[in-house]
């Protein structure tokens, strides 16, 4: 079963994956309102009320801003690991017991064909994870609010088709920026978010003979820009000598525009 994905939206104005694999199909957080997920659906033109399930990483907004909305809609199942459960259960409003369910840190879920394995990031949520795809032979990563990459994910992150990669901020950028100290502090932290270059560094760690696509994801809008990020991604990956073309391609990502349907 071919697995097809989109990034619907991403950034800190809003988060949102969708994944398909024959019947099953899943979305990966929902951090825009109810009304902007439909229009990205639309766009993708795809059906939310054919979603098995959103798959929750963590219960900072611009993740589950429109969780609440869209599993009341379309009456989903939501998934979480219990400690995020804890702190987002009020903010997603009225759910009945029965869509709730618990996703735990490193483990495996399958639906039909496609397995879903949940993996631990470094981030200031309660106990935030990301989720790798695996269907027909293929494996697709995500990977986004993260301070860092440890040994320990890159090693559950390594060789997969495709990956969609945070490449937050470029560290010049920050410093120089408007941003208050503090929160420059958190950014650039273990438990912030991942730079262009460490996102690099990380890439030619994990890039296989498989990997054909990585997209650059949750650009912060103040500190970043998709072609300082693409060109930053690019130089360190050419200087570790992993030209990007002749097996892999980078691609952006959009806060507002889901990027196309495609195949893994
Ligand atoms: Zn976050
Ligand atoms: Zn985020």
């Given at each position: 079963m071919s697995m097809q994905f989109s990034v619907l939206a991403s950034g800190s104005t809003g988060n949102a994956i969708y994944?398909?694999?024959g019947e099953q199909a899943f979305l990966v957080d929902a951090g825009l309102s109810g009304k902007q997920m439909d229009k990205l659906?639309?766009?993708?033109?795809r059906d939310p009320a054919k979603l098995n399930g959103i798959l929750v990483t963590h219960e900072h907004k611009d993740h589950i801003h429109g969780v609440g909305v869209m599993a009341r809609?379309?009456?989903?199942?939501?998934?979480?690991?219990?400690?995020?459960w804890k702190v987002m259960d009020q903010q997603l409003g009225k759910?009945?017991?029965?869509?709730?369910?618990?996703?735990?840190?490193?483990?495996v879920k399958s639906f039909g064909?496609?397995?879903?394995?949940?993996f631990g990031v470094s981030?200031?949520?309660v106990e935030p994870m990301f989720y790798i795809f695996r269907s027909g032979g293929k494996?697709?990563?995500l990977i986004t609010d993260t301070g860092y990459v440890s040994d320990r994910m890159k090693g559950l992150i390594s060789n997969a088709d495709m990956y969609v990669f945070e490449s937050n901020h470029d560290v010049q950028m920050l410093r120089m920026g408007?941003?208050?100290?503090?929160i420059k502090r958190r950014i650039l932290s273990d438990v912030g978010h991942v730079s262009n270059e460490d996102a690099a560094l990380a890439m030619c760690d994990v890039i296989g003979d498989q990997t054909k696509r990585i997209y650059l994801a949750h650009l912060s809008l103040d500190n970043n820009m998709k072609d300082l990020a693409r060109m930053s991604v690019k130089q360190t990956l050419e200087s570790k000598d992993m030209p990007i073309g002749d097996q892999f391609e980078l691609f952006d990502t959009d806060p507002y525009t889901p990027t196309v349907l495609t195949a893994v």
């Open positions: 994944v398909e694999a659906f639309q766009q993708i033109d809609k379309y009456n989903l199942p939501v998934y979480a690991n219990e400690r995020t759910l009945a017991t029965d869509q709730k369910f618990i996703f735990e840190m490193e483990t064909g496609l397995e879903i394995e949940s981030h200031d949520a494996k697709l990563v408007r941003y208050p100290w503090n």
